[in-house]
């Protein structure tokens, strides 16, 4: 059974910083791109980064330049999510996502694989 498990999250003041795992079993992922999303409760899923199969061709969203940082460990498989200088507007339910593709951009019909996701609260 192919899966992708996120952690991590938790309650973090603002300003500080949690580091996101999601590790995949299954399958291996080397040869996919690799993203992460989030979403509100009644809201839409949005695109937060994503990393090329080679861990290269990284892109994040607007809203999170400078303050998160994406990776990945392909002997692992694994990917991460380094989130720094958190604030309140980053609290969010936070997913990862696999494509079927080596590369793969910031629509999340893109991407195949999601996890269940974790939970991120940020208190002011």
């Known amino acids: 059974q192919v899966q992708l498990v996120e952690s991590g999250g938790g309650l973090v003041q603002a300003g500080g910083s949690l580091r996101l795992s999601c590790a995949g079993s299954?399958?291996?992922?080397?040869?996919?791109?690799m993203g992460w999303f989030r979403q509100a409760p009644g809201k839409e899923r949005e695109f937060v980064a994503t990393i090329r199969w080679s861990g290269g061709g990284i892109y994040y969203a607007d809203s999170v330049v400078g303050r998160f940082t994406v990776s990945r460990d392909n002997v692992k498989n694994t990917v991460y999510l380094q989130m720094n200088s958190l604030k309140q507007e980053d609290e969010y339910h936070y997913y990862c996502?696999?494509?079927?593709?080596?590369?793969?951009?910031?629509?999340?019909?893109?991407?195949?694989?999601w996890g269940q996701g974790t939970q991120v609260t940020v208190s002011s």
């Open positions: 996502a696999a494509s079927k593709a080596r590369v793969a951009g910031t629509d999340k019909a893109g991407y195949f694989y």
């Open positions: 299954g399958r291996t992922f080397s040869e996919n791109a």
